[in-house]
């Protein structure tokens, strides 16, 4: 079994590279089908899309903008601890179908949050598109539109997603081992 070890902890295979782009591809062609001459602007969320976002873009067929935006963190608002502010978004999104492309839904929070920044831009619908989906973890109601693969609560990297920083570059997708 393929492993590696990243920082202090070591991870093994959980899902090759192959069976990512096949799933990648099914979701491509889902968007392709459903939001056929909605003119869609992707907004992918970096840093950990950017792999997924890459892959997805090259099986989407129909006309489309695309557009990145990044999260950053921030101390100061008592109950939740950490709020994400969302930066970037700079295209008119108002009466625009929106698809929010991103690696991991896990509590749900980030979805959520980004989700009411870009409601506020007065877009006509938003899609969400993830990567991974943990669904025993998810805090929120939240209507994912597409994922690729929903996956239990364990920790994982590659693909685009980090542990430290580390372990973005990883074409499969790793589980750690505890
Ligand atoms: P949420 O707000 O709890 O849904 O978390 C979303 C963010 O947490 C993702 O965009 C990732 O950056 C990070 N994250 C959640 N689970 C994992 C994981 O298993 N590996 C790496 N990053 C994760």
Known sequence: MKQVQILDRDFT???????IQEQVER????INRDLEGKNPIFMSVLNGSFMFTADLMKHITIPCEIS????ASYQGVASTGQIKEVIG???DLSDRT???????????????RLLESVGTRMPKEIYIATLL???DKLQVELDVNYVAFEIPNDF??????DYEGYGRNLGDIYTVIE
């Open 89 to 91: 978004i700079n295209e």
């Open 133 to 135: 989906l943990k669904p």
């Open 27 to 30: 979701v491509a062609q889902e």
């Open 68 to 71: 990145f935006v990044k999260l």
């Open 156 to 161: 994982i990297v590659g693909y685009g997603l």
């Open 98 to 112: 929106v698809v929010i492309v991103e690696d991991i839904v896990d509590t749900g929070l980030t979805m959520q």
């Open 13 to 19: 295979i959980s899902i090759p590279a192959n069976k």
